[in-house]
């Protein structure tokens, strides 16, 4: 085994700490890799206080991870040792079932496994990126480029796929007109890639101080949702909404904004079901979507598309001893627009 440190969560009631723990022994199919950053995903939080389901405690939390390959086992074929490298939301799947087979691991029949707060293949609990070193099967081993800066990249492996993905799917690009609700972390990656689609792309927001900022990421518009005239005006006038909102929030009147045929593209996860009225979208024929990060070619075919266009994660880099205020700072929209952790800082 392999001794590693990490920040942990010991239960959903206190807060991250150092703790010491054992990663798998590099099998011939593995890749070990040096942590340098991770970035913090709104999930991590979701998931350390059992916002969604209860949790495998202790939990590790971080699944946008990149840093250097360190040791790779003798049947890997794409990774060297010095190379950079990146883990995302999964570290594996059945790979034989459709789903798997059409690249779509993070839909695998079987369920795939999660980086962390999930239970490996062989029953043992994962332990995600906010660590100092990662064992992870080759398949799951992403390749990230030199040319860009690495601590903004870390966000590209969750925040960067999740809008990309769907994105993509939906083929949102020139002549269409995008709002993307809520600019946290994956919201200023959906700008950013629904700019670089063609789409005319408005950001729907609670927070007026965020307007500025958001036309530099490249929007077009903005629309304070707090503002009623602001809200009418919109009415009806989207092709496309990428929902990515982790709170509760007014579904039915989110879903009045779309044009006729128009698709609500539902990435966030608040901690409450949805409550829609079916009058929300058989009036207008809406369709009403979601989406799930993205198998393992489309978050390869993103980060070279990344590195091909220039796009970055804006970011904020932290001291691990921060994790807990910037989690505060996160729940109140408060970052402009991820945390990144140095790993150096552990
Ligand atoms: P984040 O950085 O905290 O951003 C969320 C944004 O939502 C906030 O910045 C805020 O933007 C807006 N918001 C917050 N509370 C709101 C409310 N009550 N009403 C309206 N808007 C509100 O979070 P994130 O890391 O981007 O993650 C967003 C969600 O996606 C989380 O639930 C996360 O778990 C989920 N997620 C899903 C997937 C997937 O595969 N589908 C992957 C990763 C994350 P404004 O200040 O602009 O209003
Ligand atoms: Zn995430």
Known sequence: MIPAKAYAAQS???????????RRDVGAHDVQIEILFCGVCHSDLHQIKNEWFPGIFPMVPGHEIVGKVIKVGDHVKNFKVGELAGVGCMVDSCQVCENCKDGLEQYCLEGNTQTYNNKDRSGNPTYGGYSNTIVVREEFVLRVSDKLPLAATAPLLCAGI??????????VGKGHKLAVLGLGGLGHMGVKFGVAFGAEVTVLSTSPSKEEAAKALGAHHFVVTSDPEQVRAVRGTFDFILDTVSAEHDMNMYLSLLKTDGTMMCVGVPTKPYSIHPFSVLGGRKSLAGSGIGGIPET????????????VSDIELIDIKDITPSYERMVKGDVRYRFVIDMATL
């Open 162 to 171: 999740t809008t990309y993905s769907p994105l993509r799917h939906w083929k």
């Open 300 to 311: 390869q075919e993103m980060l070279d598309f990344c590195a091909e266009h220039n796009i």
């Open 12 to 22: 959903p009631e206190t807060d991250l700490a150092p703790w010491k723990f054992e």
